[in-house]
């Protein structure tokens, strides 16, 4: 059974915080063969929360939401959105965005959220708000656009 969880760096217990860096890690290093700094600081700042879903002491869906000029100025951010791969059929995703939209907009209810969004998500992303905001650009050798929902 799917349970959801929205904790601070502080409040992870070192089992979760593992499987969730391992699943970044097995998503968006060795899955999508992109190696980069997966680790980059942001996760423990006091501020950034880790809103996650579990399926029986696994991770199933993740997302880090930072807070306004962390990643962008004058905008919050949702970052690291996964979901681990035997849990795609079953539109984790959509839950995941949606929940993590809310947490941003309950925490700086009147700031944009602005996304480096990977290109061939734009649809996903514009489905729940996004607009497209910049032209395509390379990240780590993904091709990427920036995105804004305005509250």
Request: with cysteine.
């Amino acid at each position: 059974m799917i349970s959801w969880h929205c904790l601070f760096f502080n409040e992870l217990a070192l089992r979760t915080l593992y499987d969730l860096m391992k699943a970044r890690v097995d998503v968006f290093v060795v899955e999508q063969d992109c190696p980069y700094p997966e680790l980059d600081g942001i996760d423990t700042l006091p501020d950034t929360k880790h809103l996650f879903a579990m399926d029986n002491d696994q991770p199933a869906a993740y997302v880090r939401i930072i807070a306004p000029h962390v990643s962008y100025p004058n905008h919050s951010s949702i970052g690291r959105v996964l979901v681990v791969a035997n849990y795609r059929k079953d539109k984790l995703g959509h839950t995941l965005i949606k929940q993590a939209i809310q947490t941003a907009l309950t925490s700086w209810p009147d700031t944009p959220i602005k996304i480096g969004a990977q290109s061939h998500l734009e649809n996903f992303y514009q489905s729940h708000g996004f607009r497209k905001v910049s032209e395509p650009y390379m990240e780590d050798g993904i091709e990427h656009i920036s995105m804004i929902l305005t509250p």
